[in-house]
């Protein structure tokens, strides 16, 4: 082939567009969308698995409450004083999460406990509860709840209404239709659930209350 021809073609081969940058780029995209893709769908994914977990959870603290919380029958009744009394104070107002009484709306408890380090016990004062702060305790437990305002906290002989056993169990979110709320707080005590720590104090709560919680 003459010389000539060979360069003429060579030069055409030059100055043809270049189509490496355009796929390049189109690999790219690809990539791009593909990764974006699968983060979607593993967000879909994930939302699926936290809608079922919720969908459970409701069922479970439905079937809970339906049953009357399970309770053990026969035996005495919780004391509102010498039981009901010491573990609000060990386990409600410790952080001054509910500490105090009087007329506040908020929910107030009585005294705190003294938190010994060498024991890592949370020691009741007997001295620090007096009858006026029990009657004081009493009637904030009985008043209409500020988060769920159509239930009390306590409805006495009802545990199935009483809005305190709906924190006790983690099970606050489960009755928007009672409560009204759709995001009721966190459980109690402390934002963890007594009925998974210690279910024999959740039992002594929701007893005193099934036993139409007196005052005595």
Sequence with gaps: MPRGNA?????????????VPIALCA?????????????????DAEGRVETNAQTEHVAACQRLFASGLSLPDGGPAPRFQSDLVPFFATHCNFGACHLGSGSSSQLQLGAACDFDFKTSDCVVDADASTPELEHDVYDNLLAASLTAPTLKRVEPGRVETSFVLFKLSGCQDAFESLTGCTSCGRPMPGGTVL?????ALFDMVAEWIRAGAPFD
């Design 7 to 19: 360069g003429e073609q060579g030069n055409e081969v030059l100055c043809k567009p270049s189509f």
């Design 27 to 43: 690999l790219a995209l690809a990539a791009c969308t593909s990764e974006a893709a699968r983060n979607e769908i593993a967000r």
């Design 195 to 199: 009925r998974d720590s210690d279910p």
